[in-house]
C-alpha cells in the first residue's frame, strides 16, 4: 500500500513546488492587501474585500475558466504575456501555480489581516513620534508583531495549494508530468481500472501534508495570541 510509484512521486512533489512557489509569490501582495485592509478605510473597501474572498464562493470551475480566458494563449493578458515576453501560464506547471495561487489567496490574507488589526497602534504610532518613516514603522513594529499570522497564512495558503483541484484542471488540465497534481492524479486513478491501490496512497499523503499543514497554523495562531497578550 505504501509503495509509491515513480509516477505517484512526480505528482506529490509537483503539488509540492506548484504549492512552495503559489504560496512565496502570493505572500507579499497578501501582506500588502492585508496591511491596507486593517489599517486604511477608503471608498470600495467592502468591494476589495469581497473581490479577496471571491475564490471561496465561486464554484473552482469558474475561476479556472476566468483564468484560461485572461492568461490563455489568447486571453487578454496571456496573449501579450506569450507574444512579447514569451511567458506561457496555460497547461504549464506555472499555470498551475497561479491558479492554486489565486484559490488560496483568501485563506492567506485572512489570518494577517486579523492578525495586523490585533496589534496595538499606539505601538505604531510610538515610533512614529520618534521619527520613525512610514516604511521603516512597517518593518520594524508591524510586521515582526503579526508574523506568527503572517505564518498561519502562508500555511494555510500551502495547505489549500496542496489540495486545489478545480481551478487547476480547468486552466492546465491534467497532463502527467507537467500539471499533473496529487488531486488530478487521484481524479485519474479512480477512473481507471485497479486504480485503488494507487489512489488510496496519494489519498494517504494529501491527508498527512494537509493534516500538518492544519496543525502548524493552529500552532501559529496560538503563539500570535499569546504574544499579542505577553505571555
Not at 500555511?155 to 500539471?179: D, Y
Not at 494507487?198 to 489519498?203: I, K, P
Request: glycine share 8%; with cysteine.
Amino acid at each position: 500500500m505504501l509503495d509509491i510509484s515513480p509516477a505517484e512521486w512526480t505528482a506529490i512533489l509537483l503539488s509540492l513546488r506548484v504549492a512552495v512557489i503559489a504560496t512565496l509569490v502570493a505572500t507579499p501582495f497578501g501582506i500588502a492587501l492585508a496591511w491596507l485592509l486593517a489599517r486604511k478605510d477608503f471608498w470600495g473597501k467592502s468591494v476589495l474585500d469581497a473581490i479577496v474572498h471571491l475564490p471561496l464562493v465561486l464554484p473552482p470551475v469558474v475561476t479556472g475558466y476566468l483564468l484560461l480566458l485572461t492568461f490563455g494563449r489568447r486571453g487578454l493578458v496571456g496573449a501579450f504575456l506569450a507574444d512579447h515576453l514569451g511567458i506561457v501560464f496555460a497547461f504549464r506547471w506555472t499555470g498551475a501555480a497561479l491558479a492554486c495561487g489565486i484559490m488560496s489567496f483568501p485563506l492567506l490574507v485572512r489570518p494577517m489581516r486579523l492578525s495586523i488589526e490585533a496589534i496595538d497602534r499606539r505601538l505604531e504610532q510610538a515610533a512614529e513620534t520618534l521619527g520613525a518613516a512610514p516604511w521603516k514603522v512597517f518593518f520594524t513594529v508591524t510586521l515582526p508583531l503579526a508574523l506568527p499570522g503572517v505564518l498561519a497564512g502562508m500555511v494555510l495558503g500551502f495547505a489549500k495549494a496542496i489540495g486545489e483541484f478545480g481551478a487547476t484542471i480547468t486552466f492546465v488540465s491534467n497532463i502527467p508530468g507537467e500539471t499533473q497534481t496529487i488531486s488530478s492524479a487521484i481524479y485519474s486513478l479512480i477512473q481507471t481500472p485497479d486504480g485503488d491501490a494507487a489512489a488510496g496512497r496519494l489519498v494517504i499523503v494529501s491527508v498527512v501534508l494537509a493534516l500538518g499543514a492544519l496543525i502548524a497554523a493552529e500552532w501559529f495562531a496560538r503563539r500570535a495570541t499569546q504574544r499579542l497578550h505577553g505571555n
